[in-house]
C-alpha cells in the first residue's frame, strides 16, 4: 500500500504562517471563539477580560476597541496605541509580530483611537488621529504594493530552494486557475481601491460640524464617487447649501460582524504532483502529495435588518465586508503562489527524506505500509478549513443618519425594537451624556450594535 507524502504550504497573503494554528497559540493563551462569544453577545467587560489576557497586536487591538465601547478611555488609548506602534514596526522594520494586519484594519486602528479622544472632547488629539487614518486609506495602494513587493521577495526565496529540475513553469496554470477564483461580488465592485467611504465621512462630517465647508464638500464628493447617490450624502449636501443652523444629532451606526477569513485546502493536480515527483528523482513520484491552503471570505453577519432614529429611517453608507473581500481578492495571484511554492517545496523535501531514510532501513515498503493510518489522519487534519486570524471587533457594515434636535428624545430601534433613547435637553457650557443629550449642540452619537439579543454600546464622539 503506497503512503502519499503530504505537507500544506504557506497560507496567503499578509498572513503569518501561525494563522494556520488555533489563534491561541499566535496571541497568548486566548480562545478566539470565547472571545467572540463574550463580544457579540455583550459581556463586554467579560471580553475585555479574557482579550487582555493575549498578547501582541491582534490582542492589543481587540481589547482597546472594546475598552472603548465600554467608556474605558485611558485604558483603550493605552492598547490602540500599543497595537498601532507594533503595526508600524512591523511595516517599517519588517519584522514579525505574530500578526499581520489587513490595510483596512491598520486604517481603522486610527479611527478608533479618533472616536477615543473625541468621547472625551479631546479634540486637540482626535483630529489628528482622523487624519492619520483618512491619509493610511490615501495610501493603502502603496501600502499594499510594498505588502505584494515583500512577499514577491518571499517568492523568489522560495524558489531558490526548491530543486532545479522541478517544473515551476507547470506550475503557473495551477496559479492562475486556483486564483481565478477569488473574485468579489458584484455589489462589492465598487469599493476597489482600498477605500472605506465611512472612515472619509466621519472626516467630512467633522469638518462640516466645525465649520470647515471647504474641507467637507471635497471629502463628501470623495465618498460620492464610491456609493453614488447617497442619501445621507445628499442630505448633508443640502444642509451645508441650504446654510441651515438647526442644531442636529448624527446617528452612525457599527453593524454587525465583519466577515471571517478562513484557510481552505487545495491538492494540486495529482499529474502536476507526480511530474514533480519523477523531476527530483522519486522513486514513487505518484506518492507525492501536495496540499496548499488559499484565504477564503466568510461574510459577515447583520444585527438587525433595520434601523430607524425617530421615525425615520437609518441607512447604508458603507460595507467593510466590500472593503475587506476586495483587499483579499487583491493578493490572490500572489496568495496562490506562495501557498503553492511552500507546498512544493516542503513536500518534496519530505517525500525525498522519507525515501532515504527508508532505502537506509532497507525496507520501504514495509514503513510505507505502517505508516499509512498516520498518514491519513495528517490529511483528514491537512483538508480541514481552519480559522485565519483577524480582528473580530469590526462591524459588518455602517449606516448613518441626521435628525434635528427638535423633539424630546432621540430614539433608535432596531427591527421595531427600542435599543436606544436620550433625552434632548439644552446643556449651555456643559456637556451632554448618553442619557441627555445636547438640543443647544450638534452632535455625533456613533452605536456598536453586535447582534439582535445584545445590549448596544453607545458613544458620543462629537458634540459641537
Known amino acids: 500500500m503506497k503512503t502519499k507524502v503530504a505537507l500544506q504550504g504557506a497560507l496567503g497573503v499578509g498572513l503569518s504562517v501561525c494563522a494556520a494554528l488555533l489563534l491561541s497559540a499566535c496571541g497568548g493563551k486566548v480562545n478566539m471563539a470565547e472571545f467572540n462569544e463574550a463580544f457579540y453577545q455583550g459581556d463586554k467587560e467579560n471580553a475585555l477580560k479574557i482579550a487582555k489576557g493575549g498578547k501582541g497586536v491582534l490582542w492589543d487591538y481587540q481589547s482597546g476597541v472594546n475598552a472603548f465601547w465600554l ?20 511595516q517599517e522594520k519588517l519584522i514579525s509580530t505574530g500578526y499581520s494586519p489587513y490595510v483596512y484594519e491598520s486604517v481603522l486602528l486610527d479611527l478608533y483611537t479618533a472616536y477615543n479622544y473625541g468621547s472625551q472632547d479631546d479634540f486637540q488629539k482626535a483630529r489628528p488621529a482622523l487624519n492619520r487614518a ?18 514577491q521577495k518571499q517568492v523568489e526565496d522560495l524558489k531558490a530552494k526548491i530543486p532545479e529540475k522541478v517544473p515551476l513553469d507547470k506550475l503557473e496554470g495551477q496559479i492562475s486557475q486556483i486564483s481565478a477564483k477569488f473574485k468579489v461580488a458584484k455589489e462589492y465592485e465598487k469599493y476597489k481601491g ?46 451645508m447649501a441650504s446654510g441651515d443652523t ?14 471571517t477569513k478562513q484557510s481552505v485546502p487545495y491538492r494540486l493536480e495529482p499529474e502536476l504532483s507526480k511530474l514533480i515527483g519523477m523531476a527530483v528523482g522519486l522513486k514513487v513520484p ?22 430607524s432614529a425617530n421615525g425615520e429611517a437609518i441607512k447604508l453608507l458603507s460595507s ?15 496568495a496562490a503562489t506562495l501557498s503553492i511554492l511552500q507546498g512544493v517545496g516542503t513536500s518534496v523535501a519530505k517525500a525525498l527524506a522519507t525515501e532515504k531514510l527508508a532505502e537506509k532501513g532497507g525496507a520501504f ?19 480541514e478549513p481552519k480559522a485565519l486570524e483577524s480582528i473580530s471587533t469590526l462591524p459588518k457594515q455602517y449606516l448613518a443618519v441626521s435628525i434635528p434636535n427638535t423633539g424630546d428624545e432621540i430614539s433608535v430601534k432596531g427591527d421595531g425594537k427600542e435599543i436606544f433613547n436620550a433625552k434632548l435637553e439644552t446643556c449651555g457650557d456643559k456637556s451632554g451624556s448618553l442619557k441627555s443629550l445636547c438640543a443647544d449642540k450638534n452632535n455625533i452619537l456613533v452605536l456598536r450594535a453586535t447582534s439582535a439579543n445584545a445590549p448596544v454600546n453607545a458613544q458620543i464622539i462629537k458634540e459641537q
Open 71 to 90: 467608556g474605558e478611555s485611558k485604558e483603550a488609548a493605552k492598547l490602540l496605541k500599543s497595537a498601532d506602534e507594533g503595526i508600524e514596526k512591523a
Open 286 to 307: 505518484d506518492l507525492l502529495d501536495i496540499v496548499f491552503y488559499m484565504p477564503e471570505f466568510v461574510p459577515g453577519k447583520r444585527a438587525f435588518g433595520s434601523y
Open 320 to 334: 467593510l465586508d466590500a472593503v475587506a473581500a476586495n483587499e483579499l481578492q487583491a493578493g490572490a495571484k500572489m
Open 134 to 151: 483618512h491619509d493610511k486609506q490615501n495610501q493603502a495602494k502603496e501600502t499594499f504594493a510594498k505588502k505584494i513587493e515583500k512577499q
Open 246 to 259: 438647526q442644531k442636529r444629532t448624527w446617528i452612525l451606526i457599527e453593524d454587525g460582524s465583519i466577515s
Open 365 to 383: 515498503g514495509g514503513i510505507a505500509a505502517a505508516g499509512t493510518h498516520t498518514a491519513g489522519q495528517v490529511h483528514t487534519a491537512l483538508m
Open 194 to 239: 482600498f477605500v472605506n467611504p465611512y472612515v472619509t465621512y466621519v472626516s467630512a462630517l467633522s469638518a462640516m460640524i466645525e465649520g470647515d465647508r471647504p474641507k467637507a464638500e471635497n471629502l463628501y464628493k470623495q465618498i460620492d464617487k464610491v456609493v453614488e447617490n447617497n442619501e445621507i450624502l445628499n442630505k448633508d449636501f443640502a444642509l
